[in-house]
């Protein structure tokens, strides 16, 4: 992800003078930390023998890690992405992420192309505010090892910067309030280098800065550069702020800028911005600051039009029943190979379906019709009553009834690339309910990409009006979470947030598909030998929890309440009968 990058030109004494009183933990006596800085920060642990090293890691620990670990777990705890950025054991994440760099780590956490949408500009405000304190603890930590505050950087801005903008009074603003700033590139741009001043007649180029207070702390963000008005399409690299004439050399974010802007762009348009990132100024707000940009690269250039765009539809089937895998698989398809990459999501229609929900042959979802009245013969009476399909929402809400769940809704096919597949999670309940129908909808992304609306859909039928339906005086899983016994008993510990044991008692795969056997179907039973003795077989740890021969009385379930005589038979009945997700 790239090399850390530090301060050269802050000396101690000014960092001290500057900053000192923001501190968010002090180094200096490379020691543990006071009390009062423990119980405001967090835990602290041994985590180096080096004391300096000790004091940075374990504030790695409660700055960025949490937030990684929240964040980017899915691909930087064990893999399959570069560094272990995101592991819970510290030690590991720290190492890879001091390899890595905080600005490219930073860098990546913002932006909308690397793994939306764990990453993306939504994190702007919380990756701003942890890299104004990393960089001073970075600093600190120099102090710490017998430096003077002063941290190494391996880029010199000043030897590529070949353009420069003049310096303008950064506007008045009140805290955590933003203002815009605007340059004329044909008239407040000169050279730092030997080398002509190019002509962008009519081209301005503005930014947004905004004045943050965190705590005690102010500093600047400055964000959103944008160009636009040229006459001629513009190539820019490379922006480096400078605040009261100095670099601000340790965030990276506009430093490796490189886009090209097309001519006669409003300062509105998508194509108007140069880069998604933000640039953090640390260090004490002044009234008479000002600020301006050099840049490494400014010229016209000619951008090519963009590439005849290719249409994207669902391919083969695309009406289909959703079976006992557990999945269904979907595959698109480019009519054409694209010479760029290309972006697409899906989503979710939730348009009505027909009038009632009634579908026909000829006029409403016919598709949908002769998936459930094959022939045109509906094999039950609501065979053609149709609901809109369930999914799960949230982390406590609809749990119990489901019908799908979605994975990763945004997909990008490489150059030369014709067909992309993706698979959603179905219910494999055999519950007697009308059937359900979900419709899934293509949506253009980056590129030039098109969706025609012909075979943007396709659709997946819950058919649930055939499940078999429960002989009278059988307990089913649903009568049991319909204010039953496990939804009055059980709940309260073994739900989707607490999830006491592991499990939610709400989640019926993922209690058969746990290693402690919470739930085994058709593995528990009750029979009786010639003398009518009760004899129990009980498997499913849900089981055995009820009953005193199998579970010593402090382990006895459920714990807050106890069972009534006819809750226990209720639920004895579900679990002997296979304790089906009926």
Same mark, same amino acid.
């Given at each position: 992800?790239?090399?850390?990058?530090?301060?050269?030109?802050?000396?101690?004494?000014?960092?001290?003078?500057?900053?000192?009183?923001?501190?968010?933990?002090?180094?200096?006596?490379?020691?543990?930390?006071?009390?009062?800085?423990?119980?405001?920060?967090?835990?602290?642990?041994?985590?180096?023998? =080096?004391?300096?090293?000790?004091?940075?890691?374990? $504030?790695?620990?409660?700055?960025?890690?949490?937030?990684?670990?929240?964040?980017?777990?899915?691909?930087?705890?064990?893999?399959?992405?570069?560094?272990?950025?995101?592991?819970?054991?510290?030690? &590991?994440? $720290?190492? +890879?992420?001091?390899?890595?760099?905080?600005?490219?780590?930073?860098?990546?956490?913002?932006? =909308?192309?690397? #793994?939306?949408?764990?990453?993306?500009?939504?994190?702007?405000?919380?990756?701003?505010?942890?890299?104004?304190?990393?960089?001073?603890?970075?600093?600190?930590?120099?102090?710490?090892?017998?430096?003077?505050?002063?941290?190494?950087?391996?880029?010199?801005?000043?030897?590529?910067?070949?353009?420069?903008?003049?310096?303008? *009074?950064?506007?008045?603003?009140?805290?955590?309030?933003?203002?815009?700033?605007?340059?004329?590139?044909?008239?407040?741009?000169?050279?730092?280098?030997?080398?002509?001043?190019? *002509?962008?007649?009519?081209?301005?180029?503005?930014?947004?800065?905004?004045?943050?207070?965190?705590?005690?702390?102010?500093?600047?963000?400055?964000?959103? @550069?944008?160009?636009?008005?040229?006459?001629?399409?513009?190539?820019?690299?490379?922006?480096?702020?400078?605040? *009261?004439?100095?670099?601000?050399?340790?965030?990276?974010?506009?430093?490796?800028? =490189?886009?090209?802007?097309?001519?006669?762009?409003?300062?509105?348009?998508?194509?108007?911005?140069?880069?998604?990132?933000?640039?953090?100024?640390?260090?004490?707000?002044?009234?008479?600051?000002?600020?301006?940009?050099?840049?490494?690269?400014?010229?016209?250039? /000619?951008? @090519?039009?963009?590439?005849?765009?290719?249409?994207?539809?669902?391919?083969?089937?695309?009406?289909?029943?959703?079976?006992?895998?557990?999945?269904?698989?979907?595959?698109?398809?480019?009519? &054409?190979?694209?010479?760029?990459?290309?972006?697409?999501?899906?989503?979710?229609?939730?348009?009505?379906?027909? #009038?009632?929900?009634?579908?026909?042959?000829?006029?409403?979802?016919?598709?949908?019709?002769?998936?459930?009245?094959?022939?045109? *013969?509906?094999?039950?009476?609501?065979?053609?009553?149709?609901?809109?399909?369930?999914?799960?929402?949230?982390?406590?809400?609809?749990?119990? +009834?489901?019908?799908?769940?979605?994975?990763?809704?945004?997909?990008?096919?490489?150059?030369?690339?014709?067909?992309?597949?993706?698979?959603?999670?179905?219910?494999?309940?055999?519950?007697?309910?009308?059937?359900?129908?979900?419709?899934?909808?293509?949506?253009?992304?980056?590129?030039?990409?098109?969706?025609?609306?012909?075979?943007?859909?396709?659709?997946?039928?819950?058919?649930?009006?055939?499940?078999?339906?429960?002989?009278?005086?059988?307990?089913?899983?649903?009568?049991?979470?319909?204010?039953?016994?496990?939804?009055?008993?059980?709940?309260?510990?073994?739900?989707?947030?607490?999830?006491?044991?592991?499990?939610?008692?709400? =989640?019926?795969?993922?209690?058969?598909?746990? #290693?402690?056997?919470?739930?085994?179907?058709?593995? +528990?039973?009750?029979?009786? +030998?010639?003398?009518?003795?009760?004899? &129990?077989?009980?498997?499913?740890?849900?089981?055995?929890?009820?009953?005193?021969?199998?579970?010593?009385?402090?382990?006895?379930?459920?714990?807050?309440?106890?069972?009534?005589?006819?809750?226990?038979?209720?639920? /004895?009945?579900?679990?002997?009968?296979?304790?089906?997700?009926?």
């Amino acid at each position: 992800m790239g090399d850390l990058m530090k301060f050269n030109t802050l000396k101690k004494l000014s960092l001290v003078v500057l900053m000192g009183s923001f501190l968010t933990v002090a180094f200096n006596n490379c020691g543990k930390p006071k009390e009062a800085e423990e119980s405001s920060e967090g835990s602290y642990s041994k985590l180096s023998d =080096d004391p300096c090293e000790d004091q940075l890691m374990n $504030f790695y620990a409660r700055s960025y890690q949490p937030f990684l670990v929240q964040n980017c777990a899915s691909c930087h705890a064990t893999g399959p992405g570069k560094g272990q950025i995101a592991n819970k054991d510290t030690t &590991i994440a $720290f190492k +890879d992420f001091m390899q890595i760099g905080y600005s490219k780590v930073s860098s990546n956490a913002i932006s =909308d192309n690397h #793994n939306a949408p764990y990453s993306g500009s939504h994190h702007t405000q919380t990756i701003n505010e942890l890299k104004v304190t990393w960089v001073r603890a970075l600093s600190e930590n120099d102090i710490c090892k017998g430096g003077n505050g002063q941290v190494e950087t391996v880029e010199t801005v000043k030897e590529r910067a070949k353009f420069g903008l003049v310096a303008k *009074n950064i506007p008045a603003m009140d805290d955590n309030q933003e203002r815009r700033i605007e340059f004329n590139l044909n008239m407040e741009l000169s050279a730092l280098k030997n080398l002509p001043v190019p *002509n962008l007649s009519g081209a301005k180029i503005s930014f947004m800065v905004r004045k943050v207070l965190k705590g005690t702390d102010r500093y600047y963000s400055v964000h959103s @550069p944008r160009i636009f008005g040229a006459s001629d399409d513009i190539h820019i690299k490379g922006i480096f702020t400078k605040i *009261n004439g100095r670099y601000i050399q340790y965030s990276t974010n506009f430093i490796f800028a =490189d886009a090209r802007i097309p001519k006669g762009q409003p300062e509105a348009a998508a194509s108007a911005l140069v880069s998604t990132g933000a640039v953090v100024i640390a260090g004490t707000v002044f009234p008479e600051d000002k600020i301006s940009f050099d840049f490494e690269l400014l010229e016209k250039t /000619e951008i @090519p039009p963009p590439p005849p765009p290719v249409k994207l539809s669902f391919s083969g089937v695309r009406m289909f029943k959703a079976g006992a895998s557990g999945e269904v698989t979907f595959s698109v398809q480019l009519d &054409i190979p694209s010479s760029e990459t290309v972006t697409f999501s899906y989503t979710v229609d939730s348009a009505a379906i027909c #009038n009632g929900g009634v579908v026909n042959g000829s006029t409403c979802l016919p598709e949908a019709f002769n998936v459930v009245c094959p022939s045109g *013969n509906c094999p039950h009476a609501d065979s053609a009553k149709l609901e809109l399909a369930r999914s799960v929402v949230g982390t406590s809400f609809n749990r119990f +009834d489901w019908d799908y769940k979605l994975g990763t809704s945004s997909f990008s096919i490489e150059p030369g690339q014709t067909t992309k597949t993706f698979t959603i999670k179905t219910a494999r309940d055999v519950r007697f309910e009308r059937n359900r129908l979900l419709t899934l909808r293509l949506e253009p992304g980056l590129g030039s990409i098109e969706v025609p609306d012909a075979t943007s859909r396709v659709r997946v039928v819950f058919e649930k009006i055939l499940n078999p339906v429960p002989a009278i005086g059988e307990m089913t899983y649903s009568k049991l979470m319909a204010g039953g016994t496990l939804y009055k008993t059980c709940t309260e510990c073994h739900n989707s947030v607490k999830r006491d044991g592991g499990y939610d008692i709400q =989640d019926y795969e993922l209690m058969i598909s746990s #290693n402690k056997q919470i739930l085994v179907p058709g593995a +528990d039973s009750v029979t009786y +030998d010639a003398n009518f003795n009760k004899i &129990i077989t009980a498997t499913s740890l849900m089981y055995r929890r009820t009953l005193p021969q199998f579970t010593p009385e402090s382990y006895l379930m459920p714990r807050l309440k106890t069972l009534t005589p006819a809750e226990y038979n209720d639920l /004895e009945n579900w679990l002997t009968k296979g304790a089906k997700n009926n």
